[in-house]
């Protein structure tokens, strides 16, 4: 039985006050709440066992290197990884789509080679293709979505070729919450070919996933949205994929031997984690990890599936409000981006801000998104584990609150 | 503090009604290559608002302004009002008030008692990541006026000649 209102005793800030209002926190794409496991076990790192890991021979030093690849251990099983080799610790999902930019793309791609990509990316899946295609003469195509917001797979297809190398791709919109159809788009591209790079930065927090099965190249997704700390990021590859690819950042820790003359680069996972890692962050996700698994990625997932669906149904019922993305809760996730009358965005969130209830507005680092919706900002509301039905409703009656500021009036239209 | 003090009326009605707002209109003969015709354009990447600034100047003196912009009411609304404020000013005057509005705004100053309706708009203080949707419109007229300067000594002469 799922009992949100037991899981909510797990996170203290949920007990918070803002603006002298309970906190509805309805901005989790942006970052998750931590419960008291993962905030214990950061501290408990730092007050108990603080050592550099992978070197020390003493105590501490070996079992903080115990408890961080404890952690690495624990991603692999949650993903259906087949090796904890296949498991690289970056600082998030953007370090981690830049490591393929820089080690597999500057090693592997050509003039004139081509990177598929979609409408509805992120700014971290679009940026790093953008600089790489620059500096190696490549070409970045988008495909385009359908008027739901859902990807046009038919057009996915006709810019697929033989030229296409790499498909990189989002789980979930951060925006229109769509989850896209990856099995069939690993199918599609490995047909031609290329590899699949998966964003799961949106979507590995609340669907269950096995790499192997969706048989994506790699996978990158980060700490933060799933309940763990800020800093830690994963990145998953190809055990094949993983060996041949040059290093990312070079320094202590990823090599065998270094002479004056050259260096001999460790055995990966280790050959792509240089420099002294985020060592209790990476500890307190195996904690988030922990928390997720005893509530069970499937049951999580129903919820704010149900959760979604009451939001729609409520906000389709507000006069004035227009939604990005499909209406049902088919194909979608836990994401709902929306406009009201013609009330900008910020003044929108700074009024339910007033009211303790925490949106996004803007851009979400998807400017060519927006662009082909034809506006230039949203808001945001999105869902987890914690949130609960009564929140939704606040959120509602909180809307009404902003047409009221605004003296239910629209601006004049210009 | 109540969310009605930061969305006063004034504001309100500036952001619903906006004043000098659209393009200048140079077809007429009053305008026809008589003065530099200056534009300015800034964003704020953090929301994407945006503003878009036409503006004449005769011997150092801001004759006419029109704006055109996306973005919060706090941002249009300023930007409305900014237009009726700096109208008729000289740059000298304009870029002291410049400098006092977001003196103002940011706090280090007291009172903004000279800028009437403008006054509205102080309740941002307490409102820290709107501020800058407040001083957008301020700090594009800023980089204009800095260009036209720019120009205006490359070219030699102020006013008319230096079209």
């Known amino acids: ?68 690849e404890k952690t690495r251990k624990d991603v692999a099983e949650f993903i259906k990884a087949p090796s ?6 970056t600082k998030g999902t953007t370090e981690s789509i830049n490591l393929i930019a820089y080690s597999w793309g500057r090693k592997f791609l050509k003039k004139g080679d081509e990177i ?88 590995v927090p609340s669907i269950p996933i096995n790499v192997q099965e969706l048989d994506v190249d790699f996978l990158a997704f980060s700490a933060h949205k799933m309940l763990g700390p800020t800093g830690v ?31 001999i680069w460790a055995d990966i996972p280790y050959k792509f984690e240089g420099g002294t890692q985020n060592i209790a962050g ?32 409520r906000l389709l019922s507000v006069e004035g409000i227009t939604i990005y993305g499909p209406t049902t809760d088919n194909h979608r996730l836990n994401i709902i981006s929306f406009n009201y009358k013609n009330i900008h965005p910020h003044d929108v969130a700074t009024i339910l ?30 869902f987890y584990l914690y949130n609960t039905q009564e929140e939704v409703d606040k959120f509602i009656e909180a809307l009404k609150r902003v047409d009221r500021t605004f003296k239910n009036g629209n601006r004049r239209t210009l | 503090m109540e969310i009605e003090e930061l969305y006063k009326e004034i504001i309100l009605d500036h952001y619903q009604n906006p004043r000098n707002y659209g393009d200048l209109d140079l077809s007429s003969t009053f305008y026809r290559g008589a003065y530099p015709f200056c534009t300015a354009e ?29 973005g919060c009411a706090l941002s249009l609304a300023s930007a409305s009002m900014m237009t009726e404020i700096v109208k008729g000013k000289t740059l000298e005057e304009i870029e002291r008030l410049i400098d006092k ?33 407040v001083l957008l419109a301020w700090t594009v007229l800023e980089e204009g006026i800095k260009d036209y300067k720019k120009k205006n000594q490359a070219g030699g002469k102020n006013g008319k000649d230096s079209k």
């Open chain 1, 233 to 263: 990021g994963i990145l998953y590859g190809k055990e094949e994929l993983l060996d041949i690819m040059d290093p990312f950042l070079g320094g202590g820790e990823m090599i065998k031997k270094v002479t004056e003359e050259y260096s």
């Open chain 2, 42 to 70: 800034g964003e704020n990447s953090l929301c994407g608002d945006s503003i878009y600034l036409q503006f004449l100047i005769e011997d150092d003196k801001l004759i006419d302004i029109r704006f055109r912009g996306e």
């Open chain 1, 84 to 89: 904890t080799n296949c498991i690289i610790f």
């Open chain 1, 1 to 68: 039985m799922y009992d949100v209102y037991k899981i909510r005793e797990d996170f203290p800030i949920l007990k918070e006050k803002v603006n002298g209002k309970p906190l509805v926190y309805l901005d989790n794409s942006a970052t998750t709440q931590k419960p008291t496991t993962v905030i214990e076990a950061i501290c408990q790192y730092y007050r108990q066992y603080n050592a550099n890991i992978h070197r020390g021979v003493h105590y501490l030093g070996i079992k903080a290197t115990e408890a961080y």
């Open chain 2, 101 to 133: 509005v977001k003196s103002v705004i940011e706090g280090k100053e007291e009172s903004l008692d000279e800028l009437e309706d403008f006054q509205a708009l102080e309740g941002v203080r307490n409102f820290p990541v709107r501020i800058k949707c």
């Open chain 1, 116 to 203: 598929l990509l979609t409408l509805m990316e992120h700014h971290s899946n679009i940026v790093p293709w953008q600089i790489l295609s620059k500096e190696k003469d490549i070409k970045i195509k988008f495909a385009p979505l359908n008027n739901d917001g859902t990807l046009n797979l038919n057009a996915f297809k006709d810019l697929l070729s033989e030229k296409t190398k790499l498909v990189s791709i989002t789980y979930v919109s951060n925006v229109l919450g769509v989850i896209n159809p990856i099995k069939d788009i690993t199918e599609l591209a490995h047909k031609v070919g290329a590899l699949v790079l998966l964003d799961g930065a949106q979507g």
């Open chain 1, 282 to 313: 990476v500890i307190g996700f195996g904690k988030a990890i922990e928390y997720l698994n005893s509530l069970g990625l499937e049951s999580i997932y129903k919820h704010e599936k149900s959760l979604v669906s009451y939001a729609l149904k």
């Open chain 1, 353 to 382: 801000d007033q009211e303790g209830i925490a949106v996004r507005a803007g851009h979400h680092c998807a400017q060519p998104l927006h662009l082909s919706l034809g506006i230039s900002a949203s808001c945001r509301a999105s």
